[in-house]
T-cell receptor
Framework: SAVISQKPSRDICQRGTSLTIQCQVD?????MFWYRQQPGQSLTLIAT?????????ESGFVIDKFPISRPNLTFSTLTVSNMSPEDSSIYLC?????????????FGPGTRLTVL | GQQLNQSPQSMFIQEGEDVSMNCTSS?????WLWYKQDPGEGPVLLIA?????ELTSNGRLTAQFGITRKDSFLNISASIPSDVGIYFC????????????FGAGTRLTVKP
């Protein structure tokens, strides 16, 4: 498996501001993913971040609102832009198996975002 | 997109009882995964299934990949208080950019 860390672990932000969430993994991985988990809900994929190319966004999510960077094989960032209270969620990054052997995703601890 | 139906939504059981939860889909997946999420944490992988019909155990947990590739179940035997949490199934399709879909979760409460 992979050891994944996220920063910050939680934040309280004002409406209209932006927050950048960092995801660091201890092994080189091909694919990194960003999910949103609204209170009491399941996980919804925001986008897939591949190194060296633009992120691929799921329906309902756009780059202007959730810009993503993937500068190397162990790091990615997700920015939540121009935040509103509806953006209050847990944001999770995940990675595929660093060994590349299995179709599995491992998750970071999440970033709990509250927008006032 | 592909939807997963996970049931039950919640369970309240006595310590020592067995638990069963399942997921069904209208589409085929080539990998089924079961995760557990504790409050304030990210999901932790419990069991991964890669072949139709596969039955895999991890301690008191047993999961099966349905023959039709459209369903999976997770059983927990002899539950203990630390089993409390939310259990999510997930189906992954590696032929569709590793697209992974999650069930809505089963919230498990274990009464001592």
């Amino acid at each position: 498996s992979a050891v994944i860390s996220q920063k910050p672990s939680r934040d309280i932000c004002q409406r209209g501001t932006s927050l950048t969430i960092q995801c660091q993994v201890d092994s080189q991985v091909t694919m990194m993913f960003w999910y949103r988990q609204q209170p009491g809900q399941s996980l919804t994929l925001i986008a897939t971040a591949n190194q060296g190319s633009e992120a691929t966004y799921e329906s309902g999510f756009v780059i202007d609102k959730f810009p993503i960077s993937r500068p190397n094989l162990t790091f990615s960032t997700l920015t939540v832009s121009n935040m509103s209270p509806e953006d209050s969620s847990i944001y999770l990054c995940s990675v595929d198996d660093p060994r590349g052997f299995t179709d599995t995703q491992y998750f970071g601890p999440g970033t709990r975002l509250t927008v006032l | 997109g592909q939807q997963l139906n996970q049931s039950p939504q919640s369970m309240f059981i006595q310590e020592g009882e067995d638990v069963s939860m399942n997921c069904t889909s209208s589409s085929i997946f080539n990998t089924w995964l079961w995760y557990k999420q504790d409050p304030g944490e990210g999901p932790v992988l419990l069991i991964a299934l890669y072949k139709a019909g596969e039955l895999t155990s991890n301690g008191r947990l047993t999961a099966q990949f349905g023959i039709t590739r459209k369903d999976s179940f997770l059983n927990i035997s002899a539950s203990i208080p630390s089993d409390v949490g939310i259990y999510f199934c997930a189906g992954q399709n590696k032929y569709n950019n590793n697209d992974m879909r999650f069930g809505a979760g089963t919230r498990l409460t274990v009464k001592p």
